[in-house]
């Protein structure tokens, strides 16, 4: 949930480690902070509540000299403990190691009192002070052994002995190796010592973290869109890895304690591609680049009027041809665009779908059926909870074909009788991500990129757009494969996503319109979202956004549910927003609206042009979009909600790009 951009260097690494900083902010804006080690080999600190440019004008004024060729920085968003300067990072430990970290350590309270009964003093609440006192506490350890480092990190590829002049270097890497065995939770760390003013130490579980490749020169990131300014050449850390880093090499040990290789790869991102422009908003930024990204997100994906099964992978023909029923699991936004999918495909190629949050999914002990595919759909892949459920497929999965009695079957008579032993479970995982590297796109078997590009503002936009883009790509394949759909209800489809662009690019027309409903909400607390079939996932949706943004307390209903409690709602005082278009349910929804009206609700009806709900005293109407099909429609409609929920929160006056108590990146339960 929060930021980390560390680096080593021959140059002063200030800058850089600001620049960075200010590019992570969409990830945690509560405080932030740098540790520097001096010319001299001390560390210096410097801490701000709020957001990163305090942080600038405290360096301003409280130091003169704040330069280093080796520090970690952080900019943080609140687990444990509340928003203030002592709990803001980097933690230091004794004047001797400085930590910063992203992540939950979930069993911090018996950490936190075997030190304290070991003599540390803790002045946070955080969990992240227990990192860098057991990290202290490996070094004063190590110290007092005098262990040579060749006897505890062993080459698993040299020979050679190590001379003395080395083990003073090892000493940070093993310090950091045995302490994170302690750890139980979540983390990516990054971290200097006084002993060792030559090396940066990384290590993750759970928390993404990548190495950012220069000349000379190596650094430290959460997300590579904090480096960008300074290399385009990445390593990207793997579960359970530490990383030694020099200003000569990196040096990565997996989770066994082994050296390995990670590839360098290059990111095709630029730049520019994360600054503003001409916006005034990364949200509204990213509203106005949705036709582009949808097309990026078809690119390579169709041919003509066909979809590309392999797209998915090379073996999903193979793995959709094998499936019976689908189970979709997704947080926030993705749980969402996973709602639409489910209509998508019961009602049109009638495979049956469960959609589920992934928080109460990995807790619920869970009944895992046969032949199901597992989709997990995330913007970031690493959403904690999302890949906390897929580790939980994956493991179930290969508990059971081994034959693990612990780990008892629903199969009711497949292999799993007197003297079985093992049985084949058919229960194939697909990612819809927007991240290459992400760990949700490693971990599954197959994968799918939304190529959105990098989206900054917390409140998610074109990645919700692609996500709903690669799911009906998805359904279309799996009814191409499984031959519920025939070419012609293919060709309806694919050409349909292919208008998508300029849908959107009408859709963006009615701005102005939008911004004059906007006002309508400047006095309200409330209001309240209808929508039917796809629609109604899209009322979440519009909900959310609303909710996120503006802090208006916003709900969405199934629109046939008004009768059964919302309509107690109802009066002068709570917009309601209604999405109409020209479909079956058409008719049933505009009963629904005279409900409202007639108890004294202020209607904003989003409407096709030939939807004819007429525009009358209590109803707003945006005639907005024309012969859009049900593949479309969703997407066309969410665009509207979007610029409503943008300019309500600019007329509240809220921060629309980072909004309180929020984070893009959730990598914490």
């Known amino acids: 949930m929060c930021g980390i951009v560390a680096g080593i260097a021959e140059r002063n690494v200030t800058p850089i480690l600001l620049e960075g900083l200010r590019r992570l902010e969409y990830r945690g804006y509560d405080s932030s902070g740098i540790a520097l080690l001096d010319d001299q080999g001390n560390i210096q600190r410097v801490r701000a509540l709020g957001k990163i440019k305090q942080l600038e004008s405290k360096i301003k004024q409280d130091t003169t000299n704040f330069e280093g060729t080796i520090g970690i920085a952080h900019t943080r968003w609140a687990t444990h403990g509340a928003p203030a300067e002592n709990n803001a990072h980097p933690h230091i430990c004794n004047n001797k190691v400085a930590v910063v970290h992203n992540g939950i350590i979930e069993n911090y309270q018996e950490l936190k009192q075997s030190q304290l009964e070991a003599g540390y003093r803790f002045t946070s609440e955080t969990d992240t002070e227990v990192v860098a006192h057991a990290i202290h506490q490996q070094l004063s350890i190590l110290d007092k052994q005098k262990i040579s480092p060749s006897a505890i990190t062993p080459s698993p590829s040299k020979g050679e002995g190590r001379g003395e002049g080395e083990a003073t270097s090892k000493q940070l890497l093993k310090a950091v190796q045995v302490a994170i065995k302690e750890f139980e939770g979540a983390y990516a760390i990054g971290v200097i010592t006084t002993d060792d003013p030559d090396t940066l130490i990384a290590a993750r579980k759970g928390s993404p973290l990548v190495i950012g490749v220069g000349i000379g020169e190596y650094f430290l990131a959460s997300d590579v869109s904090a480096l960008l300014p300074v290399t385009q050449n990445f390593i990207f850390l793997e579960e359970g890895d530490v990383a030694k880093?020099?200003?000569?090499?990196?040096?990565?040990?997996?989770?066994?304690?082994?050296?390995?290789?990670?590839?360098?790869?290059?990111?095709?991102?630029?730049?520019?591609?994360?600054?503003?422009?001409?916006?005034?908003?990364?949200?509204?930024?990213?509203?106005?680049?949705?036709?582009?990204?949808?097309?990026?997100?078809?690119?390579?994906?169709i041919t003509q009027d066909k979809v590309l099964v392999s797209s998915f992978g090379p073996q999903a023909e193979e793995v959709f041809n094998s499936i019976d029923q689908i189970h979709i699991i997704a947080c926030g936004?993705?749980?969402?665009?996973?709602?639409?999918?489910?209509?998508?495909?019961?009602?049109?190629?009638?495979?049956?779908?469960?959609?589920?949050?992934?928080?109460?999914?990995?807790?619920?002990?869970?009944?895992?059926?046969?032949?199901?595919?597992?989709?997990?759909?995330?913007?970031?892949?690493?959403?904690?909870?999302?890949?906390?459920?897929?580790?939980?497929?994956k493991a179930t999965r290969h508990s059971r074909e081994n034959g693990n009695p612990q780990s008892p079957s629903p199969f009711k008579g497949e292999g799993w009788g007197e003297g079985?032993?093992?049985?084949?479970?058919?229960?194939?995982?697909?990612?819809?991500?927007?991240?290459?590297?992400?760990?949700?796109?490693?971990?599954?078997?197959?994968?799918?990129?939304?190529?959105?590009?990098?989206?900054?503002?917390?409140?998610?936009?074109?990645?919700?757009?692609?996500?709903?883009?690669?799911?009906?790509?998805?359904?279309?394949?799996?009814?191409?494969?499984?031959?519920?759909?025939?070419?012609?209800?293919e060709r309806l489809i694919i050409g349909g996503l292919q208008k998508?662009?300029?849908?959107?690019?009408?859709?963006?027309?009615?701005?102005?319109?939008?911004?004059?409903?906007?006002?309508?909400?400047?006095?309200?607390?409330?209001?309240?979202?209808?929508?039917?079939?796809?629609?109604?996932?899209?009322a979440l949706e519009g909900a959310l956004k609303l909710k996120e943004i503006s802090y208006i307390h916003a709900e969405a209903y199934p629109a046939g549910e008004l009768k059964h409690g919302p309509l107690a709602l109802i009066d002068e005082n709570m917009p309601v927003v209604a999405i109409a278009p020209l479909d079956d349910l058409l008719e049933k929804l505009k009963s629904n609206l005279?409900?409202?009206?007639?108890?004294?609700?202020?209607?904003?009806?989003?409407?096709?042009?030939?939807?004819?709900?007429?525009?009358?005293?209590?109803?707003?109407?945006?005639?907005?979009?024309?012969?859009?099909?049900?593949?479309?429609?969703?997407?066309?409609?969410?665009?509207?909600?979007?610029?409503?929920?943008?300019?309500?929160?600019?007329?509240?006056?809220?921060?629309?790009?980072?909004?309180?108590?929020?984070?893009?990146?959730?990598?914490?339960?």
Request: net charge negative; proline share 3%; glycine share 6%.
């Open 500 to 538: 998508l662009p300029s849908l959107i690019s009408h859709a963006l027309t009615h701005e102005e319109k939008i911004k004059e409903i906007a006002q309508l909400f400047a006095d309200k607390q409330h209001a309240l979202f209808l929508g039917r079939g796809t629609m109604y996932p899209i």
């Open 594 to 669: 005279q409900e409202v009206k007639a108890r004294g609700g202020q209607m904003i009806v989003l409407e096709d042009e030939q939807s004819d709900i007429s525009s009358e005293e209590g109803f707003e109407v945006i005639k907005a979009t024309t012969n859009v099909g049900r593949i479309t429609a969703p997407i066309t409609y969410n665009i509207l909600l979007q610029l409503l929920s943008y300019h309500v929160a600019l007329i509240k006056g809220t921060d629309v790009d980072q909004p309180r108590n929020l984070a893009k990146s959730v990598t914490v339960e």
């Open 420 to 489: 079985a032993g093992k049985s084949t479970i058919n229960t194939p995982t697909l990612t819809i991500c927007n991240v290459p590297e992400s760990s949700l796109t490693r971990e599954s078997d197959l994968s799918y990129l939304t190529h959105a590009g990098p989206e900054i503002g917390v409140a998610s936009t074109k990645a919700f757009t692609t996500q709903l883009v690669a799911l009906a790509l998805l359904m279309t394949s799996i009814g191409k494969v499984k031959q519920r759909i025939d070419e012609e209800r």
């Open 245 to 301: 880093l020099t200003r000569q090499s990196v040096e990565i040990y997996d989770v066994n304690g082994l050296q390995v290789e990670r590839d360098i790869k290059q990111s095709n991102l630029s730049v520019t591609a994360v600054e503003l422009g001409e916006h005034r908003h990364y949200m509204h930024k990213e509203i106005y680049e949705q036709p582009q990204a949808v097309s990026d997100c078809l690119e390579g994906r």
């Open 333 to 393: 936004t993705s749980y969402h665009a996973g709602l639409v999918a489910k209509y998508w495909s019961e009602d049109i190629i009638g495979v049956p779908c469960q959609v589920e949050v992934a928080s109460e999914f990995r807790y619920r002990n869970p009944v895992i059926q046969n032949n199901t595919l597992f989709i997990t759909i995330s913007q970031s892949g690493e959403t904690a909870d999302t890949l906390a459920a897929l580790q939980q497929i």
